[in-house]
């Protein structure tokens, strides 16, 4: 029994942007986690900034183009238990300048470590979830959906065989050569054409002649514009 063949394309990139949300989501909860864990027992110490360096780092995109990215390394000194620390912050927000006191939560087991709250890169991992997801739930909701309704049509027996009627140009041209377009149309029960071209071809190996017709799986009742072309004909698809 004939089947729809999913869009392997659609698929994909349904799957690749669903699973870059499920990695941001991931990431998020990961990252909270580890806040939350860190926060518990954190001490607060007081440290002044020493020195924030500016570096830029260049790098060359794949679409040919120079792209620079501004980092700003922040250095600190505090002391804890009677010890000085000379660190570097993982961190940097602007309101920063050299000279300043601020505030930074240190591990106890390991005062050279500190950490942020970071409800900004959660916020951020968050907002990519919903973008992602959403791309890739439309992609993939919208192929299986169609993949659903047309193999319903199959299973039905609800088609019509539409009439070749000609070529005309396509869009398509391949070492100079304009290619064609096979044209096939039917009538949609209410004395309206419906027509459909098939993919293009070179102009000299149509694959089709006066008198051919392919099946055409249509609900003629409930939407008779949208249609699927049987695969089945064992010439081309559509």
Same mark, same amino acid.
């Given at each position: &029994?004939?089947?729809?063949?999913?869009?392997?394309?659609?698929?994909?990139?349904?799957?690749?942007?669903?699973?870059?949300?499920?990695?941001?989501?991931?990431? +998020?909860?990961g990252?909270?986690?580890?806040?939350?864990?860190?926060?518990?027992?954190a001490? /607060?110490v007081?440290?002044?900034? *020493?020195?924030?360096?500016?570096?830029?780092?260049?790098r060359?995109?794949?679409?040919?183009?120079? *792209?620079?990215?501004?980092?700003?390394?922040?250095y600190?000194?505090?002391?804890?238990?009677?010890?000085?620390?000379?660190? !570097?912050?993982?961190? $940097?927000?602007?309101?920063?300048?050299?000279?300043?006191?601020?505030?930074?939560?240190?591990?106890?087991?390991?005062?050279?470590?500190?950490? /942020?709250?970071?409800?900004?890169?959660?916020?951020?991992?968050?907002?990519?979830? @919903?973008? @992602?997801?959403?791309? =890739?739930?439309? @992609?993939?909701?919208?192929?299986?959906?169609?993949?659903? %309704?047309?193999?319903?049509?199959?299973?039905?027996?609800?088609y019509v065989?539409?009439? $070749?009627?000609?070529?005309?140009p /396509? =869009?398509?041209?391949?070492?100079?050569?304009? %290619?064609?377009? /096979?044209?096939?149309?039917?009538?949609?029960g209410?004395?309206?054409?419906?027509?459909?071209? +098939?993919?293009?071809?070179?102009?000299?190996?149509?694959?089709?002649?006066?008198?051919?017709?392919?099946?055409?799986?249509?609900? &003629?009742?409930?939407?008779?514009? !949208?249609?699927?072309?049987s +695969? =089945?004909? =064992?010439?081309?698809?559509?």
């Open positions: &029994m004939e089947k729809y063949k999913y869009n392997l394309v659609f698929m994909i990139i349904g799957g690749v942007f669903s699973l870059v949300a499920v990695v941001m989501i991931l990431v +998020s909860v990252t909270r986690i580890s806040w939350n864990n860190f926060r518990k027992t001490v /607060s007081t440290a002044e900034i *020493t020195d924030i360096q500016v570096r830029r780092e260049r060359h995109s794949s679409t040919g183009r120079n *792209t620079t990215t501004t980092y700003h390394d922040v600190v000194e505090y002391d804890y238990n009677g010890q000085h620390y000379s660190e !570097k912050l993982d961190y $940097y927000y602007s309101s920063m300048a050299k000279g300043d006191e601020i505030t930074i939560l240190i591990d106890p087991n390991n005062p050279r470590k500190s950490m /942020s709250d970071p409800g900004v890169a959660t916020a951020v991992c968050l907002i990519l979830f @919903f973008v @992602f997801g959403s791309i =890739g739930a439309a @992609f993939l909701i919208v192929e299986l959906s169609k993949g659903a %309704y047309i193999n319903r049509l199959i299973r039905d027996d609800k065989y539409a009439e $070749y009627t000609g070529e005309e /396509s =869009g398509l041209t391949v070492n100079k050569v304009r %290619y064609n377009q /096979s044209v096939f149309t039917y009538d949609n209410f004395g309206i054409t419906m027509t459909f071209h +098939s993919h293009p071809h070179h102009p000299m190996e149509s694959p089709y002649q006066e008198g051919d017709t392919v099946k055409v799986y249509v609900d &003629m009742q409930k939407n008779a514009n !949208k249609h699927y072309v +695969s =089945g004909n =064992g010439k081309i698809g559509f």
